[in-house]
C-alpha cells in the first residue's frame, strides 16, 4: 500500500510553496552586475529561508531552469521583452515535471500587476519583480 497525496493536497503544498517563495524574493533589493551575480543573491535568499534547490537544472534538451525548487521553476530575467519571457514560461510550465513557475525580472514589465494569482495549464504561476539596489 502506498502512501500517496491527493492530487488537490498535493497542488494546494505547491501553491502555498510557489507563494512563499515569491514572498521571500521579492522582499529585498538586489545588488548585481550581471544575471549571475543575481542569481548568487537569490541562492542566498533561498538557503536563508531554507529552501532545497538546484542551480541550472536541465529540463530537457531545450530547457534548463535557472532555478528548481521541488517542481518549481524560478526563471530570472533582467533584460529582454515580456513575451519572450512568457514564451519561456509556456515552455516550462509545459513539461510533465513542472507543478509551478515563478517568472523573476528586474525589467518594468514584471511589475505588471496581476489581479490574481493565475493557474497556466491548472499548474500556480506569480511574476515578481526584483528591485536593484542603489549603489
Known amino acids: ?3 500517496t497525496k491527493p492530487k488537490a493536497a498535493v497542488a494546494s503544498e505547491v501553491r502555498i510553496t ?14 548585481y552586475s550581471s544575471e549571475v ?3 548568487e543573491s537569490l541562492a542566498k535568499v533561498l538557503e536563508d529561508h531554507g529552501f532545497a534547490f538546484e542551480r ?3 529540463l530537457n534538451a531545450q530547457n534548463r531552469a535557472d ?8 526563471e530570472v530575467k533582467i533584460a529582454g521583452s515580456m ?3 512568457l514564451g519561456q514560461v509556456d515552455r516550462y510550465i509545459s513539461l510533465p515535471d513542472v507543478k509551478g513557475v515563478i517568472l523573476a525580472g528586474t525589467p518594468r514589465w514584471a511589475e ?3 489581479v490574481a494569482k493565475p493557474t497556466w495549464q491548472d499548474k500556480p504561476f506569480q511574476m515578481i519583480r526584483l528591485a536593484r539596489q542603489s549603489l
Do not use: D
Not at 510557489?18 to 545588488?31: D, E, K, P
Not at 532555478?67 to 524560478?74: E, L, Q, R, Y
Open 67 to 74: 532555478f528548481w525548487v521541488g517542481g518549481i521553476v524560478i
Open 37 to 39: 551575480r543575481l542569481h
Open 112 to 114: 505588471t500587476n496581476l
Open 1 to 3: 500500500m502506498t502512501n
Open 56 to 58: 541550472e537544472r536541465i
Open 18 to 31: 510557489l507563494n512563499a517563495i515569491a514572498n521571500h524574493l521579492s522582499r529585498y533589493a538586489y545588488r
Open 83 to 85: 513575451s519572450e519571457a
